[in-house]
């Protein structure tokens, strides 16, 4: 009931309700990306190599999330956003090319960390953003409940779609969706 009355206050406010539908759109694709990354670098290296690409995703993201959480503070937060959100999508184009062409699969690893560090302005991004556009603290109460809950059901739901689009499919296919899915997610905080 709490949540229901939440995601209701959250969507009776269109700047908010464009938030955290990119949001959905962000963390769906960060988490299926993310599964069919790892088994693209398993059928290329094993094991191995999907603990070089969980190093490379993680690593550069632990160094960069704290001077990528002042772009909120220094510029407006739907542009650093907007500017995420549009980098990861010409990543994952481009690593969708490289998968496509059967080019180098360092390639892939090494745009894997560039799309790990523009995600780590996302998040702060939109935290820093939700009280600029909420009315009341009941809102912005909602929207942060919401923003939450939306991480939860995308860490879960993420890679069960990724899982399932990747049994039908390819990573390629994968990468490719998670682009669009970025893009979308740009496409809407840009209407903010």
Not at 22 to 28: D, H, L, T, V, Y
Not at 96 to 110: E, I, K, N, Q
Request: proline fraction near 4%; include cysteine.
């Amino acid at each position: 009931g709490d949540a229901a009355q939440s995601f209701g206050r959250v969507f009776r406010n269109p700047n908010i309700r464009r938030i955290e539908a990119a949001w959905a759109a962000s963390i769906m694709a960060h988490w299926a990306y993310g599964i069919a990354l790892a088994v693209y670098a398993y059928r290329d290296g094993g094991a191995a190599a999907v603990g070089l690409v969980g190093l490379i995703r993680f690593l550069p993201t632990a160094v960069a999330s704290p001077f990528a959480a002042v772009l909120g503070d220094r510029f407006r937060r739907e542009r650093v956003i907007v500017a995420a959100e549009l980098t990861r999508a010409l990543l994952l184009a481009a690593t969708t090319a490289v998968v496509v062409v059967d080019g180098p699969a360092a390639l892939v690893y090494l745009l894997a960390g560039f799309v790990a560090v523009a995600y780590s302005a996302v998040r702060p991004a939109q935290a820093a953003l939700l009280p600029s556009l909420a009315k009341t603290p009941q809102e912005l109460t909602a929207a942060n409940v919401t923003s939450s809950t939306i991480e939860s059901l995308g860490i879960f739901g993420g890679p069960a779609i990724g899982g399932i689009l990747l049994a039908v499919t390819s990573a390629d296919v994968v990468f490719g969706a998670a682009a669009c899915a970025f893009l979308l997610s740009a496409l809407l905080v840009a209407r903010v």
